[in-house]
């Protein structure tokens, strides 16, 4: 696209700035270019008064070129649907699904898109319960939704539940519901008619670390009948986590290279079955509000390569003050894993180890956003808000090769959270913007803007 970079000028950039960021990347232009700054940005609002945690996927879908986005009011508690005309360039409306249902960003609805175009959306309070809500919409209106419809968790072993991850294994004819709920730990429900009625509850991973402790999952779907799942031990105020991974597909575990764990009905996954890709400092100490314990690692991000090969994003806690972004790819026989970035510091001290967070392009998972507080390259600190960077990261990269460069700059607000959503020629990126003081107290907007299209 680009045949000489040296006459590529700075120039004033809108509706497609972050695109600029990447395909200059790509193509090793940075030196003779401005990055644009904050004010040659205007991201589009897709969402007024929306927020989300990152254990939830997807939280946006495009179909019938539509971008549906779901969020959580942070002051008010209302499930929120945003629906956006990819090709008009028009924003159709907001719908609440379910108003004050509960002020916490853990809440926010999923996506699943069902064969005859509508689509379920599925949501949940944070452990006070045994409900998954749910509702389905109509194939043409994406602002019209269906009675509220609801599974609870009746059987001898649940527990309240929390997280949803909507992912189909199409040789089973099912639909997955991964969540966190049986024994405090990752479990799923399944539905064999897209969402329409659930059961099937089962015990996914199991903790192994002394008390009652919480493995954190992210989910990727690798190929149409596997789903990747990345996981620590327990919460990092709990344990000095690894980072583990394993694919699960016919009802067993696998490690990335495809040799076999075991099956599901031997019992959950334990993390000492699966890959271990990186090694925290496994120190286990009583949680101390405040502080998270020593090198330990947070799953962040998670996707997979044009030949299906998953790349991890976390975060790994030195401090309250440093933290550093990593990422862990597969090449087909070894993870490769290296530091990226420095992540700054964390977004409230009564959660010592949330960051802005790192996010994949799904499509293609070397082009990477990250939000941080500090300069990514050295962690010098800027004095600044959280800001959104891009780069390109190939896996013999690490923070001396890395090139990151700002999608935003001076921001009077936090600019936190990104997400990357494709589909249908469309690539969307994602992120909140505006006060964060805790995960049940925010003033977010989801903002972005569109990167690419058909």
Known sequence: MFSDCGN??????????????????????????????????????FMKAGG?????DPRGIIKNGKLVI????????DVKVAVYDLKAGKDLGTVTLHAQFERDDHDVPVFFARPDGSLLAVYARHSKEKIHYYRISSPTNYLHWGPERKFIHNYPEAGNVTYMNLYPMKSEGKLYNFFRGIGFNPSFITSTNFGDTWGEPTHFIADEVEGRQRPYARYVQRDADTVGVSFTEAHPRDFGNSI????????????????KIKDLTAGPLRPSEADRIFIGSGIKTNRQPRLSNPRSAWTAGIAVDAAGRPHIGYTLYLSNHDHRFRIASWNGSKWVDREVAYAGKCLYPNESSYTGLIAFDAADPATVWISTDVAPATGKDLGGKHEIYSARVEAEDDTTTIRWQPVTSGSGERNIRPVAVAGEGYKVLLWL??????????QSDIVGAVLERP
């Not at 779901?70 to 508690?77: E, I, M, R, V």
């Open 70 to 77: 779901g969020g959580l009011n942070g002051q008010n508690g």
């Open 8 to 45: 590529i000028k700075p120039m004033k950039l809108k509706y497609f700035a972050s695109k600029l960021v990447i395909l200059l990347a790509a193509t090793g232009c940075f030196a003779n270019t401005s990055a644009p700054k904050s004010g040659d940005i205007a991201p589009i609002t």
């Open 433 to 442: 913007r505006g006060p964060w003081r805790t995960f049940v107290d925010y």
């Open 52 to 56: 989300w945690c990152w254990y939830q």
């Open 244 to 259: 583990y991974y394993a694919d699960f597909r016919g009802g067993a575990f696998y490690h990335a290279d495809g040799r």
